[in-house]
């Protein structure tokens, strides 16, 4: 799957979810927020596809998704940002 198809899934997934999505200039790279009472995922458009999906894919990890149909290779991506996330961070010498 291309990264714009994958870029499409995920962002129908974030509208299937009743959050808001905006892609935004700025420096950050992005992810969920909370405004007022209104969830929000605001992606920073300059980076690159790949870039956006992983901060697609940690957000979305955040979020209960067992009852929720997500195509399988969606849900791979979603899943290994999950484990990125758990990996413990070894202190080097």
Sequence with gaps: MKDSEILGHLEQLTQNLS????YEKGDFSGGLCRVNDKQMMIINKRLSDDQKIKVFAR???QLNLDNIYILPA???????QLQEKRLPTSAGP
């Excluded at 959050?19 to 905006?22: A, E, K």
């Excluded at 969606?74 to 290994?80: D, F, G, H, L, P």
């Design 19 to 22: 959050i808001d999505l905006r």
């Design 59 to 61: 957000a979305i990890a």
């Design 74 to 80: 969606i849900r791979e991506i979603i899943e290994e």
